[in-house]
């Protein structure tokens, strides 16, 4: 017994599972059928039916009953049904049947009408049918049409303006005129000009050239018309002419003026809205030009294919015969539609005579194929009734049960394979439920329970009842609700797993990791523990799907299911909590009366609708259904920047203090895919977007994020519950292994960009440097950088009492600031008050160097030269001075002539109060011969020669103050003396000439003299020097 041969071969596969019904043999159609949900429509009800019902309304009826349905639900597959169960009447000997089947071409649709039928009429409507159908080329069928359409466009225009007219002529009607009308009109009108229309355009040999490309409608449907079309073909062509296939890429200069001249007022080649409403005008005008080529191409005995269809049935009465007619797309038919369903139409009847044989038909049609809607009206009311083909509209549960049901029949078919099926086919009057359910010789292996039955008793391997729901409604499902599509159900689920997978899954590799692109949900990011974490998650998404969490899998997932996939460690975990022979049942749809009994919960702690809703929210975030909304992005930033906070230490990365992630209420962390909060100024992330792509990486982040998200809900408030919350232990673990990796990674990134700005921030405090006056004996980078450690008190201890109260003030700004902007760059390069950085401090001290800030020394310099204009104007006479002995020279003449000048007593200006007595000068004078007072005069007097800033600004720093006061003092002192003075002892002279003045005051005079001729011989060095 093995499980495999469950799985149909590819040979089984090709015979029995095809997504068009023509392509499959009797007996298999019959087998796989699905009874097919109808509603029938008609005076002005609908009723629910089924197949059996319809199979009695087309025996009754001689009229031709419409099948609608949307494309892929099984109208061919209905018709061809019906004509299966048509050949089991009894009657049927005596029938006519022709199917005319969807992809058939003209010539094809017309021989299967004749076939079987004798007779000269019919013998010549053959050889007519073979001739023209071997000159038919597709090329020149769609020149035919195009030059058809032209013809139809100008009476097209006519019809609209001679309809316009009877309207205006009416004006009660024209009052009651529908909007949509007036519009069709203008639209027509706009497009149809005589002479400067769409007739031209299409007839214009250069733009002819791209209507006739194979790839555009007009060719395809010629082809159609000639050749018949594949499934592929009609599945992938509307037969409709849409905006885009008016191409206007070529050169316009290359069209007719008149077809220039009509591109140009329509706007074509601009205007999107005018392209589709052209294209709505010539897709008015396709179907009549078809049926006329129809017409061109084809007369039987000089007849037309309404007199040939008569002939046909005129033939078959006499035969005593009914025709049926089947066709499968009235698409198909689009040539002869009008005069085929006119045929239909015509009564047998005429005037109490039957002239012609009985006819029953059926035609299917696309729900909104125009060429039944100009026919609806007509057609229902004559059947009585459309019957609908409905893909939807019952219960989610449901429809789910008739498509599992569906592939069971599919699989139990294949299983079979044709030829099996076919001769139990012929013998099954010994089988009443044909066909059988198919079983192995050897009998079924045990593990094909786990997988589960349809109703109708098939073994559901290699699907289980989850596997196709989570399939169905990763391909079937449309605005959240379950459609029946066979087409899709047959190529997107059965044919997806069964025709290429066999060998895989006899290797137990089966299914691969992804399979169908279907993810599971964050609850399960677990499995991610186990050998072959990518299968086990797909298993668990598919086989398990709806499964929420590792407790529900178990509950829910049979452990034979995994085993027999190869997944051992997924089955050991189920077959944790699972009894010995455990299977799932399957769900089936309640029809009988309720049973009131009271249900048994379910193993396990009650779910949370909380966590469920959130591993929603994480696993569709994840599968990128849907971005992660406002609320959970935001809860989602502030756990993380909790978690930043409590882990997160500077000093392992050397930094004095850790960068934070938080201003405001805003966490600087992109989230990949939210809604919002992303910003570029973000620092971080949470995790890149391809990560979303790495099943390893995706599962890992699944599960932190659910972790994340569960916490923060559970504790909305400070002292919450903490992770005292169900799967609060594992998100605990989840939570401390992320931010074992995440957090460092966060703070390096985040040190990185603090440190970028190192030399920035340095530059702040270098900028305090020439305010201070440092680096005066610094000689190098090196010892230039130490100084800036120098704390702001060791600085001002260093510094003389300022000369100037403007220098006073940006002295005490600027060490008021110096520790702060210190410690801003330091603590990026020194982790504690033992070590620094020392190369990264240096190369960013260099960086900073080089940063000029020119404008701001050079305002301070003109505040503070201001301020000590008047010092150096007192002091200025001092420039010639070199040396400190002449210094001391000069100081001792002043004090003998201030001696001299108050031993007389009646010159020396005691009345002055910017004079001191003579003791105080001399005092003064005297206490002007230290060394302190000469440098800072000396330093001084540089101060006002230097040109560069900086240099000028170190200078004015290394001057004492309160020497600089004390000489300015007693300069300005001497200056108000020697003015007051020197003109009193002149005019003396002058007035008197008193030989005992001159006597008296000649040593004082001469003591004048010779220090009015240093002081000249002084400066007027001074001039040479400079």
Request: with cysteine; hydrophobic share 35%; proline share 4%.
């Amino acid at each position: 017994m093995s499980l495999i041969n469950y799985w149909p071969t590819s040979d089984h596969i090709l015979q029995c599972i095809r997504t068009e019904a023509e392509e499959l043999a009797e007996h298999v159609l019959l087998a796989v059928h699905e009874p097919m949900q109808l509603l029938r429509i008609g005076n002005g009800a609908e009723q629910q039916c089924t197949e059996a019902d319809l199979l009695k309304h087309f025996l009754e009826v001689e009229r031709p009953i419409p099948l609608i349905g949307r494309s892929g639900v099984g109208k061919s597959h209905l018709i061809r049904w019906l004509e299966a169960q048509l050949k089991l009447q009894s009657q049927s000997v005596n029938w006519h049947i022709v199917r005319i089947p969807k992809n058939s071409s003209l010539r094809q649709v017309l021989e299967v009408l004749l076939n079987g039928l004798e007779g000269d009429a019919f013998d010549s409507a053959r050889l007519r049918i073979q001739s023209v159908g071997e000159m038919l080329r597709t090329e020149e069928v769609a020149d035919l049409l195009l030059t058809f359409m032209s013809q139809q466009l100008r009476r097209l225009n006519d019809d609209v303006e001679q309809e316009r007219l009877s309207y205006k002529e009416n004006p009660h009607a024209a009052r009651e005129l529908p909007v949509e009308k007036t519009l069709r009109w203008r639209t027509v009108l706009a497009h149809t000009n005589p002479g400067c229309g769409l007739s031209e355009l299409i007839t214009d040999p250069n733009f002819k050239k791209s209507l006739l490309n194979p790839k555009h409608c007009i060719y395809q449907f010629a082809s159609r018309l000639t050749q018949g079309a594949t499934d592929q073909e009609l599945s992938r062509n509307d037969y409709q002419i849409i905006a885009e296939d008016l191409d206007f890429s070529f050169n316009l200069d290359d069209l007719s003026q008149s077809a220039r001249q009509y591109v140009s007022r329509a706007q074509l080649n601009t205007n999107r809205q005018a392209q589709e409403a052209a294209a709505s005008v010539l897709n008015e005008v396709l179907g009549e030009s078809t049926r006329t080529a129809f017409r061109h191409l084809f007369s039987f005995n000089g007849g037309s294919f309404v007199d040939l269809f008569k002939d046909i049935r005129r033939t078959l009465k006499v035969q005593g015969r009914t025709l049926v007619v089947l066709v499968e797309d009235m698409a198909a038919i689009s040539a002869i539609e009008d005069v085929l369903i006119d045929s239909l139409l015509e009564e047998a009847v005429r005037d109490e005579r039957q002239e012609l044989c009985t006819l029953r038909s059926a035609i299917a049609v696309t729900d909104g194929y125009q060429g039944y809607l100009r026919r609806q009206d007509t057609i229902q009311t004559r059947a009585q009734y459309e019957w609908l083909i409905r893909d939807h509209g019952q219960s989610r549960e449901q429809t789910l049960e008739r498509i599992v049901d569906f592939c069971g029949r599919y699989l139990n078919a294949a299983r079979h394979g044709s030829a099996k099926l076919k001769a139990s086919w012929l013998e099954r009057s010994t089988e009443p439920d044909w066909p059988l359910v198919w079983e192995d010789s050897e009998g079924p292996p045990e593990e094909l329970q786990a997988f589960g039955l349809s109703s109708s008793g098939v073994p559901l391997f290699p699907f289980n009842r989850n596997a196709i729901s989570a399939l169905v409604g990763h391909y079937c499902s449309n605005d959240e609700e379950l459609k029946f599509n066979p087409r899709q159900v047959l190529n997107q689920i059965v044919l997806r797993v069964l025709r290429d997978h066999r060998q895989a899954c006899k290797e137990r590799r089966f299914p691969p990791a992804e399979f169908a692109g279907i993810k599971g949900g964050a609850g399960l990011i677990d499995l991610y523990r186990l050998d072959e974490p990518a299968r086990c998650e797909t298993v668990a998404a598919i086989w398990g799907h709806g499964c929420r969490s590792i407790a529900e899998l178990q509950q829910d997932l049979d452990w034979r299911v995994a085993n027999a996939f190869g997944l051992n460690e997924l089955a050991s975990l189920l077959k944790e909590v699972q009894p010995v022979g455990f299977v799932r049942p399957p769900a089936r749809t309640v029809t009988g009366p309720k049973n009131n009994k009271t249900a048994v919960e379910p193993r396990g702690p009650k779910p949370d609708p909380d966590q469920h809703r959130l591993e929603e929210v994480v696993s569709e975030w994840f599968q990128r259904k849907r971005k992660l909304e406002q609320e959970e992005s935001k809860k989602l930033r502030n756990a993380l920047n909790k978690m930043y906070q409590q882990y997160a230490h500077s000093d392992w990365f050397g930094l004095g203090a850790r960068p934070e992630l938080l201003s405001g209420n805003f966490v600087y962390i992109n989230i990949p895919f939210s809604i919002t909060g992303n910003r570029t100024t973000n620092l971080v992330s949470f995790c890149q977007e391809e990560d979303f792509d790495d099943p390893q990486k995706a599962a890992v982040l699944k599960g932190v994020a659910l972790a994340l998200l569960r916490y923060e809900t559970a504790n909305p408030k400070p002292g919450g519950i903490g992770w005292q919350y169900d799967s609060g232990f594992e998100d605990y673990l989840r939570y401390q292994n992320f931010a074992a990796y995440w957090v460092p990674q966060v703070l390096e990134t985040l040190a990185l960009m603090e440190r970028s700005k190192l030399h920035e921030v340095m530059f702040e405090q270098l900028s305090l440097v020439p305010i201070l006056g440092l680096w005066r004996t610094a000689s190098n980078d090196r010892q230039r950088l130490n100084e800036l450690l120098t704390p702001a008190k060791k600085v001002l201890e260093s510094l003389p009492t300022p000369a100037s109260s403007e220098l006073l003030e940006l002295r005490t700004k600027a060490l008021d600031e110096w520790e702060g902007k210190r410690d801003a760059w330091l603590k990026l390069v020194a982790a504690n008050d033992h070590g620094v950085d020392g190369e990264l401090a240096l190369k960013s001290f260099k960086e900073a160097s080089k940063i000029g800030f020119g404008q701001k020394l050079a305002r301070n310099d003109r505040q503070i030269t201001q301020e000590l204009q008047s010092s150096f104007n007192v002091l200025s006479v001092l420039n010639g001075y070199s040396r400190y002995e002449q210094f001391c020279s000069l100081l001792d003449e002043m004090s003998e002539i201030v001696r001299g000048i108050s031993e007389g007593g009646r010159h020396y200006p005691t009345h002055l109060s910017e004079v001191p007595n003579s003791k105080k000068m001399l005092e003064a004078l005297s206490a002007l011969r230290t060394s302190e007072v000469w440098v800072a005069i000396k330093t001084f007097l540089s101060f006002w020669k230097e040109s560069e800033l900086s240099r000028r600004l170190q200078l004015i720093n290394q001057v004492d103050g309160d020497s600089l006061q004390k000489a300015v003092q007693s300069f300005a002192a001497w200056d108000k003396f020697e003015a007051y003075v020197s003109p009193r002892l002149e005019n003396e002279s002058r007035e008197f000439g008193l030989d005992i003045l001159e006597k008296s005051q000649a040593k004082v005079t001469e003591l004048l003299k010779v220090l009015t001729g240093d002081l000249t011989g002084l400066l007027e060095e001074c001039r040479e020097q400079s």
